[in-house]
């Protein structure tokens, strides 16, 4: 099992570096099944995930190779039509495959996607979007079967939950297809923006990607592009947990603001000083006064996101005194990392889909198991302040969404052993 020793407490100081986001690269690495000729897609982080949609990239036929996080792309005008099973049951993003290969195929045979730790997370939505567009759908020996009856036209469909990936396999499908699509009650995440951005360098015509409808004229065909993937909104949250946890004192570079007000708002209301310096420029540190409990829930964007949910908790689990509260209104089982925060001392108590926490005065360092990549995430800011050294098993979990964290970590003072 892999593991990790962190050396608690420890007080970060210092500047890091955020990476490219992992949650606009995938999509955007997918979407290159689209296009014809070299792309050449810039930002890109070095994670697992990234690693596992460029093998997925080549099974269909693509060459894909990774350098210097950037990862060049050479089209094919013969994408082949089946996903690999190996594949895609260890990343639920890799189903937004299905989009792309049909609309340049017409056929798909993609695996069903597992549900994963936080939740059965089905496909429903994105396959009745697909029924939409004309699409003929059979669930045969774990693959779902896709089939086009002839050239797909653009429709219209109104999601029934703005779901992030079924937004995104709807707008790769709509950009091909002959004619006009509207999507209604999509996700308006940054990374919906970053991927119609990038549909459009390459002569897609996508408009409203950020609002709740998407409205896209279908295009013959789609050329290379150069393009850079935004900041990691995700990563930036998890860096200002750690500082915030440890009372640090940390600049955070190469973020966007613009896409971290929800936990920037918590924060501040926790009682932390953050200055936005810049668009992507964040300083966070800790005046010693008195920092107060929160109540949130999450929600989909501009609402308190899902993903950030687990590094704050650990931060709450460490106001002496302070109760606070977390509803998950996203996924129904994303609050694993609790029963491991409790073994570390902390005082958090969980009904359905809220948790309670109570702050306690210090955590003791323990052997804790990651469950999922947030989850995780959270243990390792945890461990940062525990007296002792804590042992975090299963760190594959967060080597799928950090690029480097060790290393960025030891830059800002933290103390590893392995
Ligand atoms: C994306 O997952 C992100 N992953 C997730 O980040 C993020 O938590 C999630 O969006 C919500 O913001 C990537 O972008 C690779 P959804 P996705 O479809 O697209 C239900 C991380 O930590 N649902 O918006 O899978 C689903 O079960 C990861 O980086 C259906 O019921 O999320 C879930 O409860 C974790 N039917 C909710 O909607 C569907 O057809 C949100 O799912 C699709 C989704």
Redesign the pocket.
Known sequence: MSKLVVKGPVRLEGRVRISGA??AA??ILIATILLKGESVITNVPNLT?IMTTIRLLRSLGLKAEFTNNTVTIMGTNDVRHIAPYELITNM??SFLVAGPILARVGFAKVPYPGGCA??????????NGFRAFGIDIRVEHGFVVLKSNGKIRGSKYTLD??????T?NLMMLASLAEGTSVLKNV?K?P?IEDLAAFLNQAGANVQGAGTDTIRIEGVPEMINVNYPVIPDR?ETATYLCAVAITRGDVILEKVNTAQIQDIIKVLRKVGYTLEEIDDETLHISYDGGDLKGVNIKTE??PGF???NQAMLMSVLAMIDGEKSSITET???NRFMHVNELNRMGANIEVDGRKAVIHGVRNLSSSAVKMM???GGAALLIAGLVADGDTVLYNTYHILR?YEDITGKFIKLGAKFAH
């Not at 936080?118 to 396959?127: A, E, F, Q, S």
């Not at 939950?161 to 079924?166: D, E, K, L, Q």
């Open positions: 992992k949650n995938l999509p995930d639920r993003a936080i939740g059965t997370r089905p496909v429903d939505i994105h396959l939950f703005p779901s992030v990936g079924a995104q996700a995440e990374e995700i989909p964007f996101s899902t993903d996203i996924f129904e999922d990549l947030r969404g």
